[in-house]
C-alpha cells in the first residue's frame, strides 16, 4: 500500500539551533507539499515541491523524487516554529491530483526559549 | 490572514442536533475539500469538490452531508453524530489538479 514516513517523530530544539526533518514515500511522485499546523490547529502550506529545492525565508525544502524522499530544513529556529510538520504526497506517475494526497503522520517540533 | 474561512471555530453538539459547518474561499480557486483530523490519525480526506461538482467522496457514513452551493462556499452538514466523530474539521481550497492546498483554522467538534 500507499508509504508515507515522517522521521522524526518529535524532536525539540533550542531556539537558534537548525533541523532537518524528512519525509520517504514508496513511490513515485508528481505532487508533494509540506505544511505547517500550528497549537491552534490551523494548517498552513510551506512549500508545493514535487521536485527540487525552493527556499522562503529560513525554511527551505528538497525533494529528490528519483530517491523517494524530501527534506524540510529550518534554520535559527524560533518558538514560533513550533508545531506539526506533515508532508503530503501523490503516489504515481501520473497527473497529480490533490484528490489523492496522503499525508504523513507528522513531526512534532518544538522550539524551547 | 487565511484566505480560507471556516465557521464556527468550535461546536458542541448533542447526538440528536442538526449543525452546518460552513467554509468560504476567497482565493479564486475552483477545488474545495473536507478533511477530518482525529487524535493521533493522519488527516482522512471526506469530500471534493470540483467546479462544484462532487468528485470523490471517501466512504464517509451519511450522517455527514456536503454542499457546495458555488465556488466560493462549502458546507458540512451533521446530523445524528456520534461521539467518535468529535475531531478537527478542515477546509481546504486549491486550483485543479497539482497546485498547493491551503486550508482554513477548522472547527473542533465535539459530539456529547
Known amino acids: 500500500g500507499i508509504q508515507v514516513e515522517q522521521s522524526p517523530p518529535d524532536l525539540i530544539l533550542q531556539e537558534g539551533a537548525n533541523s532537518t526533518l524528512r519525509c520517504n514515500f514508496s513511490d513515485s511522485v508528481n505532487n508533494l507539499q509540506w505544511f505547517h499546523q500550528n497549537p491552534w490547529g490551523q494548517l498552513i502550506n510551506l512549500f508545493y515541491i514535487p521536485s527540487g529545492t525552493k527556499q522562503n525565508g529560513r525554511l527551505s525544502a528538497t525533494t529528490v523524487a528519483t530517491e523517494r524522499y524530501s527534506l524540510l530544513y529550518i534554520s535559527s529556529s524560533q518558538t514560533t516554529d513550533s508545531g506539526v510538520y506533515f508532508c503530503?504526497?501523490?503516489?504515481?506517475?501520473?497527473?497529480?491530483?490533490?484528490?489523492?494526497?496522503?499525508f504523513g503522520k507528522g513531526t512534532l517540533l518544538t522550539v524551547n526559549p | 490572514e487565511t484566505g480560507v474561512t471556516q465557521t464556527p471555530r468550535h461546536l458542541v453538539m448533542g447526538m440528536t442536533n442538526k449543525k452546518s459547518l460552513k467554509c468560504e474561499q476567497h482565493?479564486?480557486?475552483?477545488?474545495m475539500y473536507w478533511y477530518k483530523q482525529s487524535a493521533k490519525k493522519p488527516l482522512e480526506l471526506m469530500f471534493v469538490?470540483?467546479?462544484?461538482?462532487?468528485?470523490e467522496n471517501n466512504s464517509v457514513p451519511s450522517r455527514f452531508s456536503p454542499e457546495c452551493p458555488n465556488s466560493s462556499h462549502l458546507f458540512l452538514h451533521l446530523h445524528t453524530l456520534q461521539p467518535e466523530d468529535s475531531a478537527l474539521y478542515l477546509c481546504a481550497s486549491s486550483q485543479l489538479s497539482n497546485s498547493p492546498l491551503h486550508f482554513g483554522n477548522g472547527t473542533r467538534l465535539t459530539v456529547t
Open positions: 482565493l479564486g480557486h475552483n477545488a
Open positions: 469538490y470540483s467546479l462544484e461538482e462532487r468528485v
Open positions: 503530503a504526497v501523490f503516489l504515481g506517475n501520473s497527473g497529480g491530483s490533490n484528490y489523492k494526497l496522503t
